[in-house]
């Protein structure tokens, strides 16, 4: 059991500096599907307009993961439970999107609060920069107070943001509201009149979150590359040295060796020379307190005996090497094992 929780507790110490960092860009998009989207512009009927820029967008922005949410636009809900996710977030094709606007039906109300929780929510568990993107042409006409409901459930999806494209608003009381709701999210307001505004409203709140990935990944890759290097600075080194004279000794062996009670498999063996110094371990280890058994056999003659066991407590500290260092030591009376524990600053060697 304790062999396995050592190598575990490595794997996992190892695993989380050399992981790779996920990265991801979504744009959800909540579309106001409600009756006064058939009303015709200057620039064309409305909905095409929205419809237009949508695909425009969809075509020229290949990198962030789309979804697509509606409101008003159901022939099977009503009221304000009227919203719908018509296109779940993830990598779809343009002509997916496409699929998806020339299905748009503008028929009912303006949920937006209902609409944006449930976009915020639809975010839920997704990785990287999240935002959605509301279009549409008036506020809210169900909740009482749709810029609380947004602010209430914007802490529900760290991290994300709600940004607001307003279609030809007419009234000034729809467009402060939504100012408000976009404040509310964390994100901006764009006024817009037709479809080429549309995508190019689109267009700079993708590359924005872009940017704001890719910072993102920057700060995480830079946290992981220091990381790495305090990880291979924080180390275990063993060492150990003979001083038996050539006479009385035709081979040392470290045996045994072992660490939190993991023995330690050796080169040849364990051999080490009668006289001189050998590192037996340098290795990086995760941060904690370890114990080090270690012994020895001198072998003479084809003769193999067995010296003294040493057990020592040593601390490992972050971005330091813990040495122990062993020493087989002849004296007049007796041959003996000596142990010392150090901590060297900087990097292990």
């Known amino acids: 059991m304790r062999r396995v929780l050592l190598f575990l507790l490595l794997a996992l110490w190892a695993t989380a500096a050399g992981a790779e960092i996920p ?30 820029g949508v695909a425009s967008f969809a075509r020229k922005h290949d990198r962030p993961e789309i979804g697509i949410r509606t409101y008003g636009d159901s022939p099977t809900l009503y009221g304000c439970a009227d919203t719908t996710l018509r296109l779940a977030p993830g990598k779809h094709a343009p ?27 639809d975010l ?29 459930v914007m802490g529900e999806v760290p991290g994300a943001r709600v940004e607001v494209i307003a279609l030809n608003v007419a009234h000034p009381e729809d467009r402060d509201q939504l100012k408000e709701i976009a404040a509310a999210g964390g994100g901006r ?19 924005d979150a872009y940017r704001r990935e890719d910072d993102r990944v920057a700060r ?3 946290e992981e590359r220091r990381r790495a290097e305090l990880m291979a600075r924080t180390r275990l080194k063993v060492v150990f040295t003979g001083t038996f004279p050539d006479f009385f000794c035709d081979a040392l062996y470290a045996d045994p060796l072992r660490i939190n009670g993991e023995a330690i498999a050796l080169p040849d063996g364990g051999r080490v020379p009668c006289s001189g110094t050998v590192v037996l371990v340098d290795t990086p280890q995760p941060p904690g307190d370890y114990t080090v058994e270690a012994g020895y056999a001198k072998e003479l003659k084809g003769d193999r005996s067995h010296g003294d066991t040493l057990t020592l407590k040593a601390t490992i500290e ?32």
């Open 95 to 121: 002509s997916e999107v496409s699929e998806v606007l020339r299905g748009l039906r503008p028929e009912g109300g303006s949920p937006i609060s209902a609409g944006l929780r449930r976009a915020v929510r």
């Open 220 to 222: 995480l890759e830079e």
């Open 318 to 349: 972050s971005g330091k090497t813990t040495e122990v260092d062993l020493t087989a030591r002849m004296t007049f009376l007796s041959w003996t094992l000596e142990g010392e524990v150090k901590t060297v600053g900087g990097k292990g060697r």
């Open 23 to 52: 990265s991801a860009v979504t744009v959800h998009l909540l579309l106001d599907g409600s009756g006064s989207m058939r009303v015709q512009d200057p620039a064309g009927p409305r909905i095409d307009l929205l419809r237009s």
């Open 189 to 207: 307001y764009f006024e817009v009149a037709n479809a080429s505004q549309v995508a190019y409203a689109l267009g700079k709140i993708a590359r």
């Open 124 to 152: 839920t568990g997704r990785v990287g920069t999240q935002v959605v993107i509301l279009v549409a042409d008036g506020g809210d006409n169900c909740s009482k107070d749709p810029v609380t409901d947004v602010a209430n």
